[in-house]
Nanobody
Framework: QVQLVESGGGLVQAGGSLRLSCAAS????????MGWFRQAPGKEREFVAL????????VYADSVKGRFTISRDNAKNTQYLQMNSLKLEDTAVYYC???????????????WGQGTQVTVSS
């Protein structure tokens, strides 16, 4: 069992930055690929980024490539999402996810956090 708790969301102006954190419980954090997803009002949950167990490999959605950076610290059981040059369309609830199978589909992930709201204003 893995429990995930996100933090770092908030209100930011367009062009600004935020860093999300996801703290994981348990001692097997490094056994899981980690991902970030987001869901805007009235839209389906969508993939944002993923990072492999070791942290060597990362994948990004085209919409955030070059602006967001995913990272993890296995010693601290924590993953991060650095979000720069934020746009209005980045407004969503952001979810942290953990799974034994690495993938861009939500179904790849077994454990989910409760989500943290990111609101980008003009």
């Amino acid at each position: 069992q893995v429990q995930l708790v996100e933090s770092g969301g908030g209100l930011v102006q367009a062009g600004g930055s935020l860093r999300l954190s996801c703290a994981a419980s348990g001692r097997s954090f490094s056994n899981y690929a980690m991902g970030w997803f987001r869901q805007a009002p009235g839209k389906e949950r969508e993939f944002v980024a993923l990072i492999s167990r070791s942290g060597v490999n990362t994948v990004y959605a085209d919409s955030v490539k070059g602006r967001f950076t995913i990272s993890r610290d296995n010693a601290k059981n924590t993953q991060y999402l650095q979000m720069n040059s934020l746009k209005l369309e980045d407004t969503a609830v952001y979810y942290c996810a953990a799974g034994r199978v690495q993938g861009t589909a939500a179904s790849s992930y077994e454990y989910w956090g409760q989500g943290t709201q990111v609101t980008v204003s003009s």
